[in-house]
């Protein structure tokens, strides 16, 4: 069974400073992709930024960029220069080929001015 | 273009009563999911349709739940009776199903009170 798995129930960063958030997953398949959601007060889920299992760059979108480790089945989110309008619930997700999506438990960010 | 449109966004209602929540996923998206969120459990799959029939519907919490999907533009999640513990954030998302982006789409949810 795929299972997700994000360690840090919680965290903070400094804002302007940087902070990780760690993801792992399991599973047999090679092809997926893998994903980072926010989710704001407003509730609203947001995609953050994807990941294609047969790509070996990383991938990056202005701040945020993921470090995926597809051999150890990681798949972390950095955030740069913390923003006070990043602190948010951080969802890693992943979709195997059939289309079906597993999510992990959240981490909650705080932004500390 | 619109996305995922659920409604209503709030729903107050009392112990017993029928609760109907409505989503219209995004235009040409053939995959529909129904998740349901509490502090609790986290984020729960409930139902999953591709081409508007249920493929997966394991994460269904028992018969007081149903949902339908009539239509590719259109799908119902009834809860009847509805107890306090179903007192959760309801979300619809829809997706492609074999997309380029392979990422889900979600609505703004439902949040349902039962008192």
């Known amino acids: 069974a795929q299972t997700v798995t994000q360690s840090q129930p919680e965290m903070s960063v400094q804002e302007a400073e940087t902070v990780t958030l760690s993801c792992t997953y399991d599973t047999s398949e090679s092809d997926y992709y893998l994903f980072w959601y926010k989710q704001p007060p407003s509730r609203q889920m947001i995609l953050v930024i994807r990941q294609e299992a047969y790509k070996q760059q990383n991938a990056t979108e202005n701040r945020f960029s993921v470090n995926f480790q597809k051999a150890a089945k990681s798949f972390s989110l950095k955030i740069s220069d913390s923003q006070l309008g990043d602190a948010a619930m951080y969802f890693c997700?992943?979709?195997?080929?059939?289309?079906?999506?597993?999510f992990g438990t959240g981490t909650s960010l705080t932004v500390i001015p | 273009d619109a996305g995922v449109i659920q409604s209503p966004r709030h729903e107050v209602t009392e112990m017993g009563q029928e609760v109907t929540l409505r989503c219209k996923p995004i235009?040409?998206?053939?995959?529909l999911f129904w998740y349901r969120q509490t502090m609790m459990r986290g984020l729960e799959l409930l139902i999953y349709?591709?081409?508007?029939?249920?493929?997966?519907d394991s994460g269904m919490p028992e018969d007081r739940f149903s949902a339908k999907m009539p239509n590719a533009s259109f799908s119902t999640l009834k809860i009847q009776p509805s107890e306090p513990r179903d007192s959760a954030v309801y979300f619809c998302?829809?997706?492609?199903?074999?997309?380029?982006?392979?990422?889900?789409?979600f609505g703004e949810g439902s949040r349902l009170t039962v008192l």
């Open positions: 998302a829809s997706s492609v199903t074999g997309g380029r982006t392979g990422e889900l789409f």
């Open positions: 235009s040409g998206h053939n995959s």
């Open positions: 997700a992943y979709r195997r080929a059939g289309n079906q999506f597993y």
């Open positions: 349709f591709n081409n508007n029939v249920p493929i997966d």
